[in-house]
């Protein structure tokens, strides 16, 4: 079980024999904030308690406890801002093609291979109130007892429970086709996305995120804002504290190291936005996750 994933595209989840993982989060110290993201793989994640904001294929949803998110993959996804109280999630993520059969047949391409091509998609977010989400919680609890406790064979009851669940979700769930537009407005964020993750140790300008999309940079500033609800400077700063948050709960590297490892040329300045974010100095978030452990 993982408190802290990264959970960005490029990560393996679970084991080349078995790819499924699942993650326990608990925010804000488990993770201060998950900046929005994608990877490959499906994801279910059930709220467990708390409550938060969360941006979801370009749309911003308020989830609490009991909702179902069901997250197809490359699909962008991340907290809108950092919760407030304590917020606890449940989250598998596992490749598509472990249901798959290596030798055609109709569950395949009916059913695993539009979802896996992103042509095919389920509603993302079932709230609580939703029987819907009242099925696939129980569901998705079956299938972490039998992760946790991994009696002989435990993969075997997995697999059987995700047919089953799917199975629901075919059965009663509203399912949808994705639009070209909207699919060539998350490309082009993915790619943005990317570089920033990939980078951003590395001095980055809008001049550089605009060109990667064709962009002016007037242009590509209201893009970005419009459907990231952030710009791509706040992003890029985001994702650099998130990344210093990590070093300073994973390593014993100094602050002064971690700043500059993480993009940050100017320590006083690294503080001070580190403090306004997390609400503590970096040495007393070191501290406060020591003492979670």
């Not at 609580?128 to 989400?133: E, G, I």
């Not at 001049?207 to 952030?230: G, I, P, Q, V």
Request: proline fraction near 5%; glycine fraction near 4%; hydrophobic fraction near 35%.
């Amino acid at each position: 079980m993982n408190q802290n994933p990264n959970l960005f595209e490029g990560v393996r989840h679970g084991s080349v024999m078995f790819p499924l993982e699942y993650y326990h989060c608990v925010f804000p110290l488990g993770i201060s904030n998950l900046p929005v993201h994608w990877h490959k793989e499906f994801e279910i994640t059930v709220v467990e308690k708390g409550s938060c904001t969360y941006q979801i294929d370009l749309q911003t949803y308020q989830i609490r406890e009991g909702d179902v998110l069901l997250l197809p993959p490359e699909m962008l996804h991340g907290t809108g801002e950092e919760p407030k109280e304590k917020f606890i999630t449940d989250s598998f993520v596992f490749c598509l093609d472990m249901l798959e059969s290596q030798r055609t047949d109709s569950c395949t391409t009916e059913f695993f291979v539009p979802l896996s091509k992103g042509t095919l998609r389920f509603p993302v977010y079932l709230p609580a109130a939703d029987p819907m989400a009242r099925l696939l919680g129980k569901s998705f609890e079956k299938i972490r007892q039998t992760y946790l406790e991994k009696p002989p064979g435990y993969e075997l009851e997995i697999k059987a429970e995700l047919f089953h669940l799917f199975f629901l979700l075919y059965r009663q769930a509203p399912y949808q086709r994705t639009d070209q537009e909207h699919t060539e407005i998350t490309d082009k964020l993915k790619v943005v996305l990317q570089f920033i993750q990939e980078h951003y140790q590395q001095e980055i300008t809008v001049r550089e995120l605009a060109d990667l999309c064709h962009f002016s940079e007037y242009h590509f500033m209201r893009f970005f804002k419009r459907h990231m609800n952030m710009t791509s400077i706040e992003y890029l700063n985001q994702y650099r504290l998130e990344m210093a948050s990590r070093q300073l709960a994973e390593t014993n590297l100094s602050v002064t190291s971690i700043a500059l490892e993480s993009g940050f040329n100017n320590i006083s300045y690294f503080n001070r936005v580190f403090k306004r974010k997390f609400g503590v100095t970096p040495m007393e978030y070191r501290s406060l996750t020591i003492s979670e452990k």
